[in-house]
């Protein structure tokens, strides 16, 4: 009678390891990708940009045909025809610098620089204005810590930039946002090496070099141009989809944004060659 508690014991611990492998083999399957809206092998249009959007860095909507580029050298916004395949306006922010990021938000261009800075404007369409337009606001945010920025994007249920952290402390990226509402900064959500790794455990340090909000579904589509991939991340923070990005087709891609309708525009610097812009229509 003394061993019947050992052999309970044991009976119990053989009763519970079907289960136990059962979570086991669970664990050990990779995540699967939530589908994904477009064909990311099979762009709709290719557009070849002018020299001076060679080093092409952030992407916006603009207006119906056109989207707004900054380049990283050029205290300059871009407006690019998509019809006619040219740069139909510039509007002159101020000084030259590492502009990593443009949005286009309630008649205004806001811009944003490598160290985390932001300038507001209001563009006037047809009218150049040396030396910058006088309502050129500069945003001093003060982020915390030292940080490289790379990625600006919209939350209009939030009506906040999100600005998306290239370099920081650590592999895990933080994603800022910004209220235009309130002119207050807070930490939006985490994305996290681990759960990226659990999709792709090969990946490399994912750096966010583009941030844009889905039009229709609210997802986050982060871009990066370090790892070739696209990560696609709910509201909350939950990554639903990393997908790999051709490397010729894009071979540094860094500006996204969405059409109202849900047309996905990547854009990618020149490499030695022409800067692009990839369009993807919604399947």
Avoid at 174 to 197: H, W
Avoid at 206 to 223: C, D, M, N, Q
Avoid at 250 to 274: H, R, V
């Amino acid at each position: 009678m003394k061993h019947l508690p050992l052999i309970l014991l044991l009976a119990s611990l053989s009763a519970c390891q079907p289960g136990q492998k059962k979570q086991d083999e669970t664990a050990a399957q990779s995540v699967v990708n939530a589908p994904l809206p477009y064909d990311l092998a099979n762009p709709t249009q290719r557009h070849k940009l002018p020299d001076d959007l060679r080093e092409i860095s952030g992407l916006s909507y603009y207006k119906p045909g056109r989207l707004a580029c900054v380049q990283d050298e050029l205290g300059v916004v871009f407006i690019y025809d998509l019809g006619k395949k040219a740069i139909a306006d510039e509007h002159i922010l101020g000084k030259n610098g590492d502009y990593e990021g443009v949005e286009y938000v309630g008649k205004k261009l806001y811009v944003l620089r490598s160290d985390g800075e932001l300038y507001e404007m209001e563009p006037t369409d047809g009218i150049k204005i040396i030396g910058g337009s006088p309502q050129t606001r500069h945003i001093k945010i003060d982020l915390p810590g030292k940080n490289d920025m790379e990625g600006l994007g919209y939350d209009p249920q939030l009506e906040a930039l999100l600005l998306a952290t290239k370099d920081g402390k650590g592999t895990d990226k933080i994603i800022y946002f910004y209220s235009l509402k309130t002119k207050a900064l807070f930490q939006g959500i985490v994305l996290k090496q681990a759960d990226l790794q659990a999709f792709d455990p090969s990946i490399n340090e994912f750096k966010p070099s583009g941030i844009a909000v889905h039009p229709k579904t609210r997802e986050y589509y982060i871009l990066s141009s370090a790892a070739h991939r696209l990560a696609v991340v709910a509201p909350n923070g939950k990554v639903k989809s990393l997908v790999p990005i051709d490397d010729k087709a894009l071979p540094q891609p860094e500006g996204i944004c969405f059409a109202p309708d849900g047309t996905l525009y990547i854009s990618s610097e020149g490499d030695g060659k022409k800067g692009i812009i990839l369009a993807f229509n919604a399947n």
